[in-house]
């Protein structure tokens, strides 16, 4: 078995069936790879929309589970996964068409742990009206872990569904999504980075990425999600403590937890007016992460201070400082 994509769904009836039709279009026979659908315990008619085509392919399974969360739905569906690669899709997203079959036989070939691809961002008005997608040539760097880490991973889309990943690399180092927490992406995707051998970056379009879709959860904000950004963050923060990591990756890290720090900070400032909240944050956050300390750059030794030191002034510093930043872009 070559490849096994997993397709957690929950709640995404008006986005699962496109999914999956664009996984199937991809012109890949059947025998070489797996579909594995994690039924996340959904609760309108996705699996309704599906059901046709799971009756249809005989290299469609299904995995039914209580709702648990998206990591553990991913972390289940490469416990059963075969494939010599994984692809791991969110179920409102899509395919290229056609754009799979030339990562995967470049993943085939060089054994790399991970293949990275680009992607577009549209619409649902984008998606319904797109025709033929012009791909760029499809030419491969090969990198280090490092080299990946250092140059192409922007902490703000730790996306893992534009990425082969070998499953032999992730089981060898037991590389698993923290269960039942948003943005698990974060500290997967540092961990594979690198703690990776041989990687291939490519700009060829692996995906279609939906924004601005209707109840995603980029669009509230809750004492839970609250919860799951200072666990993410302690997560990745226990990265730093790995041995023999270069000084531009210690650098980094510390650099990519501070903009998480830093989103988290923003969410808790903007979506409630609670002092008692926000303080709770903060002790959430030093209890999970008690080490946490920046030392790169003025602004990132001041919020580590009062983080640690005087957690009731640390809000007003971050919203003066964005009040500055704002008026200075105005400039």
């Keep these: 078995m070559q490849l096994s994509i997993i397709v957690p769904v929950y709640n995404v009836e008006k986005y699962v069936r496109p999914c999956l039709e664009s996984i199937l279009r ?32 005989a290299n469609i399974s299904v995995i039914n589970q209580e709702n648990q969360s998206l990591s553990v739905a991913r972390n289940n569906g490469i416990a059963k996964a075969k494939g010599e690669y994984i692809l791991m899709p969110d179920s409102d997203d899509l395919l290229i068409d056609g754009s799979l079959p030339t990562l995967l036989e470049k993943a085939l070939e060089t054994k790399a742990d991970l293949v990275v691809a ?14 033929d997608i012009p791909q760029p040539d499809a030419v491969f760097e090969e990198k280090t872990g490092e080299q990946l880490f250092l140059a192409d991973l922007d902490p703000r889309q ?15 180092h037991r ?7 948003c943005y698990q ?16 970056r490519t700009h060829w379009l692996l995906n279609i990425y939906r924004k601005n879709r209707g109840g995603s ?26 041995e023999n990591l270069s000084p531009q990756v210690q650098r980094k890290l510390q650099d990519d937890v501070f903009v998480s720090l ?4 923003y969410s808790a400032m903007y979506h409630s007016k609670d002092p008692a909240f926000r303080l709770e944050v903060i002790k959430d956050l030093r209890q999970k992460a008690p080490d946490l ?27 003066w400082q964005n009040k500055i930043r704002k008026q200075l872009a105005k400039q």
């Design 217 to 242: 959860a980029t669009f509230s904000f809750s004492k839970k999600k609250a919860d799951d950004f200072c666990i993410i963050i302690a997560k990745t923060w226990e990265l730093t403590r790995l």
């Design 158 to 172: 730790c996306y893992v569904w534009r990425t082969l990943f070998r499953r032999e690399y992730l089981s060898e």
């Design 118 to 131: 680009d992607f577009l961002e549209m619409d649902d008005e984008e998606i319904a009206n797109v025709k």
């Design 185 to 200: 992406d974060v500290p997967f995707t540092h961990e594979c980075y690198i703690k990776a051998k041989k990687c291939l």
């Design 26 to 57: 991809q012109g890949l026979d059947e025998d070489c790879y797996e579909v594995i659908i994690v039924n996340d315990g959904t609760k309108d008619r996705s699996m309704e929309m599906i059901a046709d085509l799971i009756d249809e392919h």
């Design 293 to 319: 300390k920046f030392t790169n750059g003025i602004r990132a030794k001041t919020m580590s201070f009062l983080l640690r030191k005087a957690p009731r002034f640390y809000f007003t510093f971050f919203e």
């Design 262 to 265: 830093s989103s988290l900070s």
């Design 175 to 181: 590389i698993t999504f923290v269960p039942g927490v």
